[in-house]
């Protein structure tokens, strides 16, 4: 997932995004700040503080999403172990609703496995659908993409009992390297992300193979319709809609490792992407329609494989990377800012690095691929952020692993 496994006596609530940095804790050093290798520089600045945003809510450990449900004032947290609790969007919010409880069919075999993808349908208030993303328990390792019908609203909001439909399956290799970032795009249909597998390496070369399944890629499929018989369609303007080559047609784009997170801008409506690096470098993508971002020829905008002298022709470059500095390990993709609080941050995209908890951001309106962007300090330490989140009003959340939310605010 987001996070690199630590050693379970220095971090037992620890998700992790690389096999190749298990067992290695991070640096004792929390304020270390890593620099981004196709930065012009960073600084700090924007006065953006941080607090609890819900200080009286216990903290469940493990949490891997949150939503808002629209016009209810209510929001829906997603737990690792398979679970969605619901909650008053009410800085004196003190207890949850359970809205579905997944784990005997959640697999929690692997660190990064379980339940680990969360989306509303954009027509949730009239259809009440839910998406979800998960491990699947029993029979081979895999994930699986499903569509839960509720009832209720707001504190009696609940999964109705086999409602779920199944829209998709992925046979899962390795215990690593999920993805499960769900997100409707502009135009209503349904982006899901997957990591290349797990191992370290990318042994089964899934980065850049698109013929056999989804793995390091980023797919969009139509749930708009869906039914068991069909439960999604492929859109005709996907890049390999036609299954050219014998790619996958539901393939958006490809060459990732482990996208933790992905987010659309509310305003422009592009889409950003947080992917999680091998061992040493993590990187930030502006999503295009059949990119290729290089895994694993490339870790970030370095060589892989081969380690220099790479081909890097047709491959899209990130927007910036940063190396393992100080204790660095691993990305978490955020937001681009629309809220109205800190009217200095509109427009800069936000993500922070889950060992060192430093936040950073930049213009996404000066952000090129393999080009130069100016780094803005957030905070140089905090939290093990496992994900951003975004309300109606374009407010922003942290999560970190022990359960606390935070929420940025004017100085």
Not at 92 to 111: C, E, I, P
Request: some cysteine.
């Amino acid at each position: 997932m987001a996070w690199r496994r630590l050693t379970i006596a220095l971090v037992a609530v620890a998700l992790v995004a690389s096999s190749c940095g298990e067992g290695r804790p991070p640096s004792s050093s929390a304020t270390a700040n890593p620099t981004a290798a196709v930065s012009a520089g960073s600084h700090d600045s924007l006065g953006v503080r941080f607090e609890r945003a819900f200080p009286v809510l216990p903290r469940v450990q493990r949490p891997t999403a949150l939503v808002e449900v629209p016009g209810q004032n209510w929001m829906l947290l997603q737990v690792q172990d398979g679970r969605i609790l619901g909650f008053a969007r009410d800085a004196s919010a003190r207890s949850y609703t359970t809205v579905w409880d997944n784990r005997l069919r959640t697999s929690r075999d692997g660190n990064e496995e379980g339940l680990l993808g969360l989306a509303l349908d954009p027509a949730f208030a009239t259809n009440g659908y839910i998406y979800v993303y998960y491990s699947a328990s029993g029979g081979e390792r895999r994930t699986v993409l499903s569509r839960l019908s509720t009832s209720g609203s707001a504190a009696s909001l609940k999964v109705v009992s086999g409602s779920e439909l199944q829209i998709l399956e992925q046979p899962q290799p390795y215990s690593n390297h999920k993805g499960g970032q769900l997100a409707f795009g502009p135009d209503g249909t349904l982006y899901v992300g997957f990591g290349d597998g797990g191992s370290g390496g990318d042994p089964m070369g899934n980065g850049q193979d698109i013929t056999h399944n989804w793995l390091g890629s980023i797919i969009r499929i139509d749930v708009r319709n869906a039914t068991s018989d069909r439960p999604y369609a492929v859109p005709a303007s996907n890049p390999f809609s036609s299954g050219a080559s014998a790619a996958k047609p539901e393939t958006w784009a490809y060459g990732l490792r482990n996208p933790w997170r992905f987010s659309f801008d509310s305003k422009t409506g592009e889409m950003w992407i947080g992917d999680v690096g091998e061992s040493q470098w993590e990187e930030v993508d502006r999503g295009q329609p059949g990119a290729n971002y290089g895994w694993a020829v490339m870790e970030g905008s370095h060589c892989f494989r081969p380690p220099s002298g790479c081909d890097r022709a047709g491959l899209t470059l990130p927007v910036i990377d940063y190396g393992h500095a100080g204790g660095a390990c691993s990305i978490t993709g955020g937001f681009v800012y629309r809220g109205t609080r800190i009217a200095a941050l509109d427009g800069y995209y936000l993500y922070a690095d889950y060992c060192t908890g430093i936040v950073q951001a930049f213009p996404v309106s000066s952000a090129v691929s393999g080009g130069h962007v100016k780094l803005t300090t957030l905070r140089k330490s905090g939290l093990q952020v496992t994900s951003f989140a975004q309300d109606i009003e374009g407010e922003l959340y942290l999560l970190d692993s022990d359960g606390t939310i935070e929420t940025l605010v004017s100085p």
